[in-house]
T-cell receptor, first 113, second 112 residues
Framework: DAGITQSPRHKVTETGTPVTLRCHQTENHRYMYWYRQDPGHGLRLIHYSYGVKDTDKGEVSDGYSVSRSKTEDFLLTLESATSSQTSVYFC????????????FGPGTRLLVL | SQQGEEDPQALSIQEGENATMNCSYKTSINNLQWYRQNSGRGLVHLILIRSNEREKHSGRLRVTLDTSKKSSSLLITASRAADTASYFCATEGIQGAQKLVFGQGTRLTINP
C-alpha cells in the first residue's frame, strides 16, 4: 500500500462521541486525501491537503474536520459522530497536483451505533 | 455530484474470457484513471489515460477514451480468477488539484 498506514483499522463508537482517524505516510508526498466509501456511492472526497497546514473541503465535508501538522500525518476528525458517518474511510496520497495517480491506504471501517 | 457512471454494475464471466467495463462522465477532464479494489482492501491504480490519448495498454489491460462521447472502456483480456475485484473509473477535472471523482464501480467475478 505504498507506505500508507491507517489507524485504527476498525472502530465501533456511539453517536455523539468524537472520533479521530489517522493516516500516516512514509513517501513524503505533498498531497493527502480522505475519502469515504459507501454502497451505491463509490468513493467520495471528504477533505484533502496540499501541504502542511493547507487543507480544503471535498464533496462531503459536513461533519468532518482535518488537520495536517506534519507532512506524514493527516488526521480526520468526526467532532460528534452520527450513524450516517458509518462507512469505510480511505486515505490516499499523491506526489503532484495533477496528472498523477493516487495511492490508497488499507482503509478504516467505522461503525457508529 | 457523481462524475463517473459505470456500466455494468456487476459482471460475471468464465476464466479465460474477456471482460469489458464502461465509464461515462459529464464534464471536461484532464485524465481518466482506472482502479481495482479487492474485497476489504484499498484501491490500486491500474492505468491513467490523458485527455489527448485515445488508447492505452498495460499488460492484459486496454483502456480507450472517447472525449467526444465522454466515455471510457476498460478491457481485461484472458481473465483470471485473480482478476475478481471491483473496478472504478475516476476522472480528474480540468480544474486540476488532483480532485478525483470516482464512479460507483463494476463488480467483476471470474468463475473458474
Amino acid at each position: 500500500d505504498a507506505g500508507i498506514t491507517q489507524s485504527p483499522r476498525h472502530k465501533v463508537t456511539e453517536t455523539g462521541t468524537p472520533v479521530t482517524l489517522r493516516c500516516h505516510q512514509t513517501e513524503n508526498h505533498r498531497y493527502m486525501y480522505w475519502y469515504r466509501q459507501d454502497p451505491g456511492h463509490g468513493l467520495r472526497l471528504i477533505h484533502y491537503s496540499y501541504g502542511v497546514k493547507d487543507t480544503d473541503k471535498g464533496e462531503v465535508s459536513d461533519g468532518y474536520s482535518v488537520s495536517r501538522s506534519k507532512t506524514e500525518d493527516f488526521l480526520l476528525t468526526l467532532e460528534s459522530a452520527t450513524s450516517s458517518q458509518t462507512s469505510v474511510y480511505f486515505c490516499a496520497i499523491s506526489e503532484t497536483t495533477t496528472q498523477e495517480t493516487q495511492y490508497f491506504g488499507p482503509g478504516t471501517r467505522l461503525l457508529v451505533l | 455530484s457523481q462524475q463517473g457512471e459505470e456500466d455494468p454494475q456487476a459482471l460475471s464471466i468464465q476464466e479465460g474470457e474477456n471482460a469489458t467495463m464502461n465509464c461515462s462522465y459529464k464534464t471536461s477532464i484532464n485524465n481518466l484513471q482506472w482502479y481495482r479494489q479487492n474485497s476489504g482492501r484499498g484501491l490500486v491504480h491500474l492505468i491513467l489515460i490523458r485527455s489527448n490519448e485515445r488508447e492505452k495498454h498495460s499488460g492484459r489491460l486496454r483502456v480507450t477514451l472517447d472525449t467526444s462521447k465522454k466515455s471510457s472502456s476498460l478491457l481485461i483480456t484472458a481473465s483470471r480468477a485473480a482478476d475478481t475485484a471491483s473496478y472504478f473509473c475516476a476522472t480528474e477535472g480540468i480544474q486540476g488539484a488532483q480532485k478525483l471523482v470516482f464512479g460507483q464501480g463494476t463488480r467483476l467475478t471470474i468463475n473458474p
